[in-house]
């Protein structure tokens, strides 16, 4: 019986390897965006880190018209005063 499929709404490698981790044994054929042909970039300008994985999920679902699971995270430092959460990846510039 084939096992429905999963898309992980992320082209992060290191994302999608700890998903496909965290998920294994769940009864669903997880699948990256490469997988199915999809290259989208969703801009994870949200207020909270749920509304942007829920950004990147409703975009990768209505590209794919798969099931999809997203998830944001950031860094929260208490001697930063929170910072840079949200903005983790973008916080010390390029590179």
């Given amino acids: ?6 898309l992980i709404a992320s082209n ?3 994302k999608l390897q700890e998903l496909r981790a965290v998920l294994a044994g769940v009864p669903f054929s997880l699948v990256a965006p490469a997988d199915v042909g999809l290259a989208l970039n969703v801009p994870e300008d949200g207020a909270t880190y749920a509304e942007n994985a829920t950004r990147k999920a409703r975009a990768f679902a209505a590209a794919s018209g798969l099931l999809t699971l997203a998830d944001d995270s950031g860094l929260e430092v208490q001697a930063l005063g929170g910072r840079p959460g949200l903005r ?3 916080y010390a510039g390029e590179g």
């Fill in 1 to 6: 019986m084939n096992q429905p499929k999963l």
């Fill in 12 to 14: 992060n490698p290191h």
């Fill in 88 to 90: 983790s990846a973008r």
